[in-house]
């Protein structure tokens, strides 16, 4: 089945609880919620304090992508916080191996991203203790940007390596997604599809009902 996770870096802040309404009602799987720290990336966000308040508007799962260096130093505080996913930047951890055992211990979905400078033999240590890997297809830091087309094959190499080893993992990509290109990440082996401006600059609802029915499609 693949899933819809809204990015709400490019909603309006001001209305953050009516957008988060409106994508839980349209048919968003999940929330993707981009924590930014202004060093690992060149910019800044929002953190566990906000999640913890955004927790009450939804029941759907919170996807925390943290672009924070040396994220084991909140792990916990996103926890707490009601993430249900956590996604760690294999560049921005010194000890990614413990990392990920630090978010499984709070029974918490692991999750680790690579940018796009990064080879996927990074993971290979890892790749059996994970639930998702995020494949970037933007360098981190901001909404809006193209999507890098080389993205496409470091997806179908994922894909098969999960396929041959017979693991079951989520594949989601992040960056520069819309409705007319959707189809080819897909086609690529992503099952997770992450988007930002394709969702909340416009009708959000009926962007968040145009991916589901590609999904629907597809899924045929
Ligand atoms: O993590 C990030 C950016 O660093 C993303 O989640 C973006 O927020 C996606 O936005 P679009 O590229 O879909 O506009
Ligand atoms: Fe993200």
């Not at 940007?145 to 080893?165: A, E, G, M, V, Y």
Request: with cysteine; charged share 20%; aromatic share 6%.
């Amino acid at each position: 089945m693949i899933k819809l996770a809204p990015s709400i870096l490019s909603a309006d802040f001001s209305m953050l609880k009516n957008n988060i309404e409106i994508i839980d009602e349209a048919g968003a799987s999940m929330v993707h919620l981009d924590v930014m720290d202004g060093s690992f990336v060149p910019n800044i966000s929002f953190g566990p304090v906000v999640i913890k308040s955004l927790r009450k508007i939804t029941k759907k799962a919170f996807d925390v992508h943290l672009m924070i260096d040396e994220p084991t130093r909140y792990i916990d505080d996103f926890c707490n916080a009601g993430a249900d996913i956590i996604t760690v930047h294999a560049e921005a951890c010194t000890h990614l191996h413990r990392t990920i055992q630090q978010i499984k211990s709070k029974n918490v979905k692991a999750a680790v991203a690579l940018n796009p400078a990064t080879p996927l033999n990074v993971l290979d240590y890892v790749l059996e203790d994970l639930d998702m890997v995020l494949i970037m297809s933007v360098n981190p830091g901001f909404g809006g940007q193209s999507f890098i087309p080389n993205s496409l094959d470091k997806i179908k190499s994922l894909r098969k390596q999960i396929t041959d080893k017979g693991l079951t993992i989520d594949i989601q990509v992040d960056g520069g997604i819309n409705t007319s290109n959707v189809r080819t990440v897909i086609e690529a082996g992503a099952n997770i599809i992450v988007a930002g401006s394709a969702v909340f600059k416009g009708d959000i609802a009926s962007q968040v009902k145009g991916f589901n029915a590609i999904f629907e499609e597809i899924g045929e």
